[in-house]
């Protein structure tokens, strides 16, 4: 009881500032400042979503996200990590893939929907797939980036007393470039998260981004606001539980990419 | 191998196209694109769509970019400020800004400004949180009377990162924007070519994407390394 006050006066302002906000957001749309066309009160958005996921709804859709999400994720971490461990061990992988990945990068994932639907069949496995571009990027380049940040000196060390092939990758290198492995997994899944909604806007008539789509189209506001609101609470969870679970994992290492 | 490995995949490609080991109607030869690209980036449309792209950028990057940096510079100053907007930043931020089109477009209505926004917000949140990442590191003791000489200074690298990233991120924001309500601009040209299947100008857009990318993150990343030569490093992602 007491470190929950203690916890309070510190932040007290961090707690009070979003709880000010719906309070005067409730007030402004019931006295009509605010068009309750446009912006709902909160406690009928609360009231929507209350709905929504009594009538299992909401379930079905976030249950359609996660799945594509979990495979998306699964594809990239596997694709990701392999290729990244081979272009930080080849030099020469490296040097070719450079610059192919340079110029693919960069562009929104969401784009590479009509490629992959030539390539696979279109359909789930064409979401999927286009999902996990951007994730295979970024856990690609991580895992690049931490074998080559391993000390040369622990690396020449480790083959002075012995280690070589196998043994040396797997007792040296991985876990040498297993932190930035870890951050670029994490960064992947936020990604996996913000390319799978753009992608349903787009292509699905299920999952988060369908539904958020269709409730503006149909102008279903209060759904609207209340499926943004669990996206948002998806992404909360996904990168704030994720760092939480690489502090336990990994309590030795500072994460680099900490915004 | 810089050279070698990208040119063998193109020349692979080439062939498996002419020869159709893969449907050429979906995977065109990489010289037919090249030469649709050059044609409609002079003549067509290409290049017109590119300037509208590169237009709605400009304007959403200076729309977040000034308020992002005095907000990420006063919150890290003062720290009430801080404490009341930073669960906002936290909850906004892992958010896919593509959900904010929706509401963008019932509150101003199906056009530019709904566009050109929710790029500006891809931009906004990244240039707030870099900034602040840099005056965070400051003794707070020296914040009040040492704010142009040292605190700025210290904050730009910082500040510079949010810019190049936020430019990135609203880049991103804007071409699926375009690919998914616009009518016009680079992402809308992918979608259309892709739906009439006409699929040499939907690859030549697609390069054009890629290259603008390419040009923004690497040409930001160099000047980032020469303005800024006294950083240690500039970020690699």
């Known amino acids: 009881m007491r470190a929950l006050g203690r916890w309070l006066t510190e932040h007290w302002i961090a707690v009070g500032s979003p709880l000010l906000l719906l309070v005067a957001w409730e007030w402004a749309s019931a006295t009509g400042l605010l068009r309750e066309a446009f912006f709902p009160r909160p406690s009928t958005i609360a009231a929507h979503l209350r709905q929504l996921a009594a009538d299992g709804t909401l379930w079905g859709h976030t249950a359609m996200t996660l799945i594509r999400i979990g495979w998306a994720f699964a594809l990239a971490a596997v694709l990701g990590v392999s290729v990244g461990l081979a272009m930080g061990l080849w030099r020469q992988l490296r040097d070719g893939l450079d610059p192919v990945f340079a110029v693919i990068y960069p562009i929104p994932s969401v784009l590479f929907l009509p490629f992959v639907s030539f390539l696979v069949p279109p359909g789930e496995i064409a979401l999927v797939v286009t999902t996990a571009v951007t994730s295979f990027f970024l856990i690609a380049f991580s895992t690049t980036q931490g074998v080559r940040q391993i000390d040369r000196l622990v690396v020449e060390a480790a083959v002075h007393y012995g280690a070589r092939g196998w043994r040396l990758f797997a007792t040296v290198l991985l876990p040498g470039a297993l932190p930035l492995i870890f951050t670029g997994l994490r960064l992947g899944l936020g990604f996996a998260l913000i390319v799978v909604v753009a992608v349903e806007i787009v292509a699905a008539s299920r999952g988060l981004g369908a539904l958020l789509w269709l409730s503006w189209q149909i102008l279903k506001i209060e759904d609207m606001y209340a499926t943004f609101f669990v996206i948002a609470f998806l992404g909360a969870l996904l990168s704030y539980g994720l760092a939480a679970f690489r502090a336990r994992l990994l309590p030795w290492v500072q994460d680099v990419a900490e915004p | ?237």
Do not use: N
């Not at chain 2, 965070?136 to 704010?147: E, G, K, Y």
């Not at chain 2, 810019?163 to 990135?168: D, H, N, S, V």
């Not at chain 2, 009439?196 to 890629?210: D, H, I």
């Not at chain 2, 603008?212 to 030569?229: E, K």
């Open chain 2, 1 to 237: 191998m810089a050279v070698l490995l990208p040119a063998a995949l193109l020349v692979l490609w080439e062939i498996c196209s002419r020869f159709a080991v893969v449907p050429p109607r979906y995977f065109p030869p990489p010289t037919t694109v090249g030469w649709v690209l050059v044609d409609r980036v002079v003549a067509g449309d290409l290049g017109a769509q590119s300037l509208v792209t590169l237009a709605r950028l400009g304007s959403a990057f200076a729309i977040a970019a000034l308020p992002g940096v005095l907000l990420g510079l006063l919150m890290g100053v003062a720290r009430p400020l801080r404490d009341a907007v930073e669960p906002y930043i936290a909850f906004i931020f892992p958010v896919p800004k593509i959900t904010l089109l929706p509401f963008l477009l019932i509150i101003l209505g199906v056009g530019e400004p709904a566009f050109v926004l929710t790029g500006a917000t891809s931009a906004f949140f990244q240039i707030v949180i870099s900034t602040l990442g840099g005056v965070q590191t400051m003794d707070p003791r020296l914040l009040a009377r040492l704010f142009w000489k040292i605190i700025l200074p210290a904050a730009l690298p910082s500040i510079f990162t949010g810019l190049r990233l936020g430019l990135g991120l609203a880049l991103v924001a804007l071409v699926a924007v375009e690919f998914i309500a616009a009518k016009s601009g680079l992402g809308h040209l992918v979608y259309r070519h892709w739906q009439m299947l006409s699929t040499p100008e939907m690859y030549a857009a697609f390069a054009l994407v890629g290259a603008l990318g390419l040009l923004l993150t690497r040409g930001l990343r160099a000047l980032q390394a020469r303005v800024l030569a006294w950083q240690e490093e500039v970020g690699s992602l």
